[in-house]
């Protein structure tokens, strides 16, 4: 009688706790991990995220090797390679002969489809095995407890939600009451960063032999990807992620709440973790950065405001975002409710730009395949939103540049957060900011050829008249928001002669080579 069971990890479920290994038997069971060319080219990734996620397979497979299992790894330049997921998995049936096939759900929408697509193949097959698909349980919130705390509310918060798993998980908690007597501590955490702030270093990783490989291997397979397998330093192992992360609560996490919203040039990461590429992998566990860093709070090694911001960003919006994808997917990819359809610029894709808030933030991206979420939100999100440009194109770019973009987190950021195309389901208002407040939490706007104080006229910031022309193009639909009430009482005052100006620069700029599509 056939016993063994295939159990398949797909590129970004490298955790040896992952759901699909759960009960794993090294003596009968194999595992199959596949590398194909339609993972690696759906969008162009930036080369440094194929390495990070090749490497980072192939370290974990040999990391199973050495506990003994049976590892069934196909590579890239495997002759026989389909290049595709579902291919592979037909073949490792046709391989194996298993008694049963054991998966955990994926991360994106499309795969998930394609899955219960394998599962229905093999349902209808005479002597077909039964394909058990599982929850992703690394995270803290159960998909199916989600839509229950979605379901019936009017209207959703991420407050809320963040406040519940903090009762449910007891992270930063008092007995019933939130650490310090508040659930946020928000307010304190908007500093604008002083010169004198001495940014620490990021530890760097350095590519063993089987990286190097990989690295090989992506330059030849993928020239025309964005970004350079340069500098590649990325841990690709659990071992360097945790060190990657003990370094973080030693020697950021303590300033992390007061400058989490700053930017200051050449210094991309300041003082974030940048454990989103490992987390996201599957490296790190969401659950271990929580309590690593609320022990830093409790032996004195890190500020409440610091530790609360970070908790937030992980057991609040990484866990709500998750939720939402789900609850809203398929919808969720067509959503446009500001009705925006001009094409990304080409400088997205460049850095060449007079705009210096801008130049340097697609310039870190495109080095670093990362940038902090301020950058993400503040700048290329801003401008993206207040220029009306298409989602889908932005959601496109955000999923090529950034190394730890997977859909289930990249598109209700940028969707939501960052474009307000979803009308509000991920956030109660647009992000939209004009220079003011990119000066305030920056050094970019000093260096730049633009000046932030003006608001119409050749060498106006154009953040300044694309916000009011914003507020301008939308003041029907956003009317009804009492979060921006202030800004649209302020158009409303504002000359009919001065709103002229603004549409005239709005659109000349718009229209002009500065932003002109590839
Ligand atoms: C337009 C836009 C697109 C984004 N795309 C992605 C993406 O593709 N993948 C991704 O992981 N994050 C994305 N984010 C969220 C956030 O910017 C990144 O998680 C963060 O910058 C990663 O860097 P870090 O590890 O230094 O984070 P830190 O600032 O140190 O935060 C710690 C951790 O909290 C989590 N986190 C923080 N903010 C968010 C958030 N808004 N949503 C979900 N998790 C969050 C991340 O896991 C992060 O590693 C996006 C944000 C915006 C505005
Ligand atoms: S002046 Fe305007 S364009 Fe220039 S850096 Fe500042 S916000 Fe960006």
New binding site residues.
């Given amino acids: 009688m056939r016993k063994q069971t295939l159990r398949i990890v797909l590129g970004d479920q490298l955790s040896p706790a992952i759901a699909a290994l759960r009960d794993l038997n090294p003596a009968q069971d194999v595992v199959l991990l596949a590398e194909v060319q339609a993972e690696c080219t759906y969008v162009k990734h930036h080369a440094k995220k194929l390495v990070l996620v090749l490497s980072a397979m192939r370290h974990f497979a040999r990391a199973l090797q050495a506990r003994g299992v049976h590892v069934d790894y196909v590579t890239l330049d495997d002759p026989q390679n389909t290049q595709n997921l579902r291919g592979e998995f037909l073949r490792a049936i046709q391989r194996h002969r298993p008694a049963r096939v054991v998966a955990t759900e994926p991360g994106e929408w499309r795969v998930a489809q394609d899955m219960r697509h394998w599962q229905s193949l093999l349902a209808e097959q005479a002597d077909g095995q039964e394909v058990e698909i599982r929850d992703d349980d690394r995270f803290f919130c159960r998909l199916q407890d989600f839509f229950t705390w979605a379901r019936g509310r009017k209207s959703l918060r991420m407050e809320f939600f963040y406040r519940d798993m903090r009762r449910q998980h007891g992270y930063l908690m008092e007995g019933e009451a939130p650490a310090g007597g508040h659930w946020n501590f928000d307010k304190e955490n908007r500093k604008s960063l002083p010169k004198a702030v001495a940014v620490p270093s990021i530890p760097s990783f350095e590519p063993d032999q089987i990286t190097r490989g990989v690295i090989a291997l992506v330059q030849a397979r993928f020239p025309d990807h964005l970004g350079s397998v340069e500098g590649f330093a990325f841990p690709v192992t659990r071992r360097d992620a945790g060190r990657a992360l003990d370094d973080f609560i030693a020697h950021r996490l303590p300033a992390f709440g007061d400058w989490q919203d700053a930017m200051k040039t050449g210094a991309p990461?300041l003082f974030?973790?940048?454990?989103?590429p490992a987390?996201?992998l599957g490296l790190l566990d969401p659950r271990a950065v929580c309590a690593a860093a609320e022990a830093a709070w409790k032996k004195g090694a890190a500020p409440l405001n610091a530790v609360e911001g970070?908790v937030r960003?992980?057991l609040g919006?990484?866990e709500y975002?998750r939720g939402l994808y789900w609850l809203h997917m398929p919808d969720f990819a067509r959503k446009n409710a500001l009705g925006a359809t001009r094409a990304l610029p080409g400088f997205y894709w460049t850095g060449e730009t007079r705009m210096n808030c801008l130049r340097q933030t697609v310039r870190d991206t495109i080095a670093n395949a990362y940038a902090?979420?301020i950058q993400?939100?503040m700048i290329t999100?801003n401008f993206a939103l207040l220029a009306g440009i298409d989602p889908n194109e932005v959601d496109e770019w955000?999923m090529v540049v950034?190394a730890?973009?997977?859909e289930w987190?990249?598109m209700p950021?940028?969707r939501g957060?960052?474009l307000f195309a979803d009308g509000g389901i991920v956030g109660s208002k647009p992000y939209a900011a004009s220079g003011a407040y990119i000066n305030r939490m920056s050094d970019y706007c000093k260096a730049c050829s633009y000046d932030v104080k003006d608001a119409v006229g050749p060498n106006a910031c154009p953040f300044n008249f694309l916000y009011w022309d914003f507020f301008a193009r939308h003041e029907k639909l956003l009317a009804g928001n009492i979060r921006l009430a202030m800004p649209l009482r302020t158009l409303q005052r504002m000359a009919p002669a001065k709103r002229a100006a603004i549409r005239s620069n709005a659109q000349a700029f718009l229209q002009s080579e500065a932003c002109k599509p590839p």
């Fill in positions: 990461v974030h973790a940048l454990i989103s987390l996201n970070f960003q992980i919006w990484r975002v902090h979420h993400r939100l999100g955000y950034y730890d973009a997977y987190v990249e950021n940028t957060m960052a």
